[in-house]
């Protein structure tokens, strides 16, 4: 059974500094990874999606890799913002049918 | 494209009640949709995924007959929880797949007193 990993749980960082957080999976047989935001109380937006066949996506202060061989995917937010401040998930998908396993998060926290 | 809203968004019921959470993909059709459930400060867990005009396939340890699941359409599913207990309590949120897409709604929050 596929098992994500999100390290750390929680991090705070002052605006303007650059956020690296970390995902790993056990089955390096995924359909694709995606990464998540999560407000409080509410629910997904979805970041970024990566293939499978796809080393890394950006979109704008977001970047993502991914390395199936060693299990990883990390997310760079770039010049981090208060508005960043959130929970990031990521979520690997084993079939093409939408079915995700989530990591339990990290917690974001950026002060001005 | 690919917007899926989630209905209601919170809710607050009695003991021994049932409630009915509804998810329909709005712009597009979901042969397949998935209900999670998300306790404080812990992930989303699976716990069925729900297909269009047949059985829910459930994860193991959802009981079936606690968490009745029907996708009548290909635009509809509903999550219903039959006698509530306080430990049902939690953030569920359903999620459905269009093509290459996962759409997931704003989810519900269930407080059962």
């Known amino acids: 059974k596929q098992e994500v990993t999100q390290i750390p749980a929680a991090l705070s960082v002052p605006e303007g500094e650059n956020l690296v957080l970390n995902c790993s999976f056990t089955?390096?047989?995924?359909?694709?990874l995606q990464w998540f935001r999560q407000d409080p109380g509410k629910g997904l937006t979805s970041l970024l999606l990566?293939?499978?066949?796809?080393r890394e996506q950006t979109s704008g202060r977001l970047n993502a890799s991914l390395d199936k061989s060693s299990g990883r995917s990390t997310l760079y937010i770039v010049a981090s913002q208060p508005g960043d401040s959130a929970t990031y998930l990521c979520a690997a998908s084993t079939d093409s049918w939408g079915k995700l396993q989530f990591g339990a998060g990290t917690q974001v926290v950026v002060t001005p | 494209g690919a917007v899926v809203s989630q209905h209601p968004s919170w809710v607050i019921c009695k003991s021994g009640t049932s409630v009915k959470i509804e998810c329909r993909s709005l712009d597009f059709q979901a042969t397949t949709m998935f209900w999670y459930r998300q306790f404080p400060k812990q992930s989303l867990m699976l716990m069925a995924t729900s297909n269009e005009g047949s059985k829910a396939t459930y994860e193991q340890g959802v009981e079936k007959d606690k968490f009745l699941i029907n996708h009548a359409s290909l635009t509809l599913s509903t999550l219903t929880v039959t006698s509530a207990h306080p430990e049902d309590s939690s953030f569920y949120i359903c999620?459905?797949?269009?093509?290459?897409?996962?759409?997931f709604g704003s989810g519900t929050r269930l407080t059962v007193v």
């Open positions: 999620s459905a797949r269009e093509v290459r897409v996962v759409a």
């Open positions: 089955d390096s047989a995924i359909y694709n």
């Open positions: 990566i293939q499978s066949s796809q």
